[in-house]
C-alpha cells in the first residue's frame, strides 16, 4: 500500500471513529422522554423547573411549574397558536410576588405532542384537569388569555371543589365567535375559512402576518411595533404541529361556552381592550359578563388583543388586585 493510500485510509478511520464518538454523545445527551412523562426536572432543593406529564391517551403535555409547592397556585392558559412562553412576563412577576406561577403548552401546541386528534375542547379541559391531579393543585386561579379563556371557562365549568378559587378571562373567546342566527354580532364562518386557507397555504407567513397587524395593534395609526415580540410570535406558533393548529381554529371559534359560564359559581374577572381586532369586545366580554353568577368586567380602551404583553404594567398590577381581593 503506498503512503497515499495509507494517508486515505487513516483518515477514513478517523472519520468513522469521529462519527461514531458524536452518535454516542448525541444519544447519551438525549432527555428521558419515558421519566420526563412521569416526573419533574428537579432543582437541588427539590422545586420542579419544567417537566411532562402524560394524558389518558398518550399525550405529553409540556408545563412549567414555578415557586414555592406551599404557595398559592395561578395557572396561565394561552392562546392560539401560541406555548406558555407567552406567559413569561406574568409569571416572572407573580413568582415574584409569592405566587406558585404554572404554564402549560396546550396539546399540538409549543412543546407538547403535536396530536392528530383531541384537538377540540373537551380534550383541552381534561388536559388541563390531568395536571391540576397530577400536581394536586388546590384552591388556584386560572387565568386565559383568548382561546385560553376558552378552556378555563371549559375546565372551571367541570372542576373538582376545591380545585380553583377564582379564573380571569382576558381576550377570551366566550361566549361563542362564530357568527349565527343565536349570536348574530359574531364574526361570519368565512373569516375563520381564510384562517385555514391561510395556514395551509403559507404558516409561516400567515404566523408573521398575524403578530405585525391586528393581534398587537401594530397595523394602527401610531403603534411601535416590536420586532422582538412580532418574531416570538412566530417562534411560538411555529413549534406547534399545523393539524392541531388548524383544528384549534375551529375550537376556539365555533365552541359555544354560554352553558359554561352559567355554570361557574367562583368569581370571574373579565379583562378586554375594545381596541381587539382578534376577538371583538361587542360579541365577547359584555356578554360573557351577563352570563357568569359572580363575574367582573374591565374595559380597557383603545388596548389590543395580545394586551399582557403590549401593557403588562397594567393587566399585572389589576390581576393581582383582583386575586388578592
Same mark, same amino acid.
Given at each position: 500500500?503506498?503512503?497515499?493510500?495509507?494517508?486515505?485510509?487513516?483518515?477514513?478511520?478517523?472519520?468513522?471513529?469521529?462519527?461514531?464518538?458524536?452518535?454516542?454523545?448525541?444519544?447519551?445527551?438525549?432527555?428521558?422522554?419515558?421519566?420526563?412523562?412521569? &416526573?419533574?426536572?428537579?432543582? $437541588?432543593? =427539590?422545586?420542579?423547573i419544567m417537566s411532562f406529564i402524560k394524558t389518558e391517551d398518550g399525550t405529553e403535555i409540556f408545563y412549567k411549574d414555578w415557586g414555592?409547592?406551599?404557595?398559592?397556585?395561578?395557572?396561565?392558559?394561552?392562546?392560539?397558536?401560541?406555548?406558555?412562553?407567552?406567559?413569561?412576563?406574568?409569571?416572572?412577576?407573580?413568582?415574584? $410576588?409569592?405566587?406558585?406561577?404554572? /404554564?402549560?403548552?396546550?396539546?399540538?401546541?409549543?412543546?407538547?405532542?403535536?396530536?392528530?386528534?383531541? !384537538?377540540? @375542547?373537551?380534550?383541552?379541559?381534561?388536559?388541563?384537569?390531568?395536571?391540576?391531579?397530577?400536581?394536586?393543585?388546590?384552591?388556584?386561579?386560572?387565568?386565559?388569555?383568548?382561546?385560553? =379563556?376558552?378552556?378555563?371557562?371549559?375546565?372551571?365549568?367541570?372542576?373538582?371543589?376545591?380545585?380553583?378559587?377564582?379564573?380571569?378571562?382576558?381576550? /377570551?373567546?366566550?361566549?361563542?365567535? %362564530?357568527?349565527?342566527?343565536? !349570536?348574530?354580532? =359574531?364574526?361570519?364562518?368565512?373569516?375563520?375559512?381564510?384562517?385555514?386557507?391561510?395556514?395551509?397555504?403559507?404558516?409561516? &407567513?400567515?404566523?408573521?402576518?398575524?403578530?405585525?397587524?391586528?393581534?398587537?395593534?401594530? !397595523?394602527?395609526?401610531?403603534?411601535?411595533?416590536?420586532?422582538? %415580540?412580532?418574531?416570538?410570535?412566530?417562534? &411560538?406558533? @411555529? @413549534?406547534?404541529?399545523?393539524?392541531?393548529?388548524?383544528?384549534?381554529? $375551529?375550537?376556539?371559534?365555533?365552541?359555544?361556552?354560554?352553558?359554561?359560564?352559567?355554570?361557574?359559581?367562583?368569581?370571574? *374577572?373579565? @379583562?378586554?381592550?375594545?381596541?381587539? &381586532?382578534?376577538?371583538?369586545?361587542?360579541?365577547?366580554?359584555?356578554?360573557?359578563?351577563?352570563?357568569? $353568577?359572580?363575574?367582573?368586567?374591565?374595559?380597557?380602551?383603545?388596548?389590543?388583543?395580545? *394586551?399582557?404583553?403590549?401593557?403588562?404594567?397594567?393587566? !399585572?398590577?389589576?390581576?393581582?388586585?383582583?386575586?388578592?381581593?
Amino acid at each position: 500500500m503506498n503512503d497515499k493510500a495509507i494517508a486515505l485510509n487513516l483518515d477514513a478511520t478517523r472519520r468513522d471513529l469521529l462519527i461514531a464518538a458524536g452518535a454516542a454523545f448525541a444519544v447519551a445527551a438525549l432527555p428521558n422522554r419515558a421519566s420526563a412523562a412521569s &416526573q419533574s426536572t428537579e432543582t $437541588k432543593k =427539590g422545586k420542579s423547573i419544567m417537566s411532562f406529564i402524560k394524558t389518558e391517551d398518550g399525550t405529553e403535555i409540556f408545563y412549567k411549574d414555578w415557586g414555592a409547592r406551599d404557595a398559592q397556585p395561578i395557572v396561565f392558559h394561552h392562546g392560539w397558536p401560541l406555548s406558555a412562553d407567552d406567559w413569561d412576563n406574568q409569571m416572572m412577576y407573580f413568582l415574584d $410576588k409569592g405566587f406558585r406561577v404554572i /404554564a402549560h403548552d396546550r396539546r399540538g401546541h409549543g412543546r407538547s405532542t403535536q396530536t392528530y386528534t383531541g !384537538n377540540e @375542547m373537551d380534550t383541552y379541559a381534561a388536559d388541563v384537569a390531568e395536571l391540576a391531579e397530577k400536581l394536586d393543585l388546590k384552591n388556584a386561579i386560572h387565568v386565559g388569555h383568548s382561546t385560553g =379563556g376558552g378552556e378555563v371557562a371549559h375546565y372551571v365549568a367541570r372542576a373538582k371543589p376545591g380545585r380553583v378559587a377564582k379564573a380571569v378571562l382576558i381576550g /377570551a373567546v366566550p361566549p361563542i365567535m %362564530v357568527k349565527s342566527e343565536k !349570536n348574530p354580532g =359574531g364574526l361570519p364562518i368565512e373569516v375563520f375559512d381564510s384562517f385555514r386557507a391561510a395556514l395551509v397555504a403559507n404558516r409561516a &407567513q400567515f404566523f408573521l402576518d398575524v403578530p405585525a397587524g391586528p393581534f398587537y395593534g401594530y !397595523n394602527r395609526e401610531g403603534a411601535k411595533p416590536s420586532q422582538g %415580540v412580532i418574531e416570538n410570535w412566530w417562534r &411560538q406558533g @411555529m @413549534m406547534g404541529g399545523a393539524k392541531a393548529h388548524y383544528d384549534c381554529i $375551529k375550537a376556539f371559534s365555533e365552541t359555544d361556552f354560554t352553558e359554561d359560564l352559567k355554570r361557574i359559581e367562583v368569581p370571574v *374577572l373579565i @379583562m378586554h381592550g375594545d381596541d381587539d &381586532q382578534i376577538v371583538p369586545y361587542a360579541d365577547s366580554a359584555p356578554l360573557s359578563a351577563k352570563l357568569l $353568577k359572580n363575574g367582573t368586567l374591565k374595559t380597557y380602551k383603545g388596548l389590543p388583543h395580545g *394586551l399582557c404583553t403590549t401593557h403588562p404594567e397594567i393587566i !399585572n398590577p389589576d390581576l393581582l388586585d383582583f386575586i388578592k381581593s
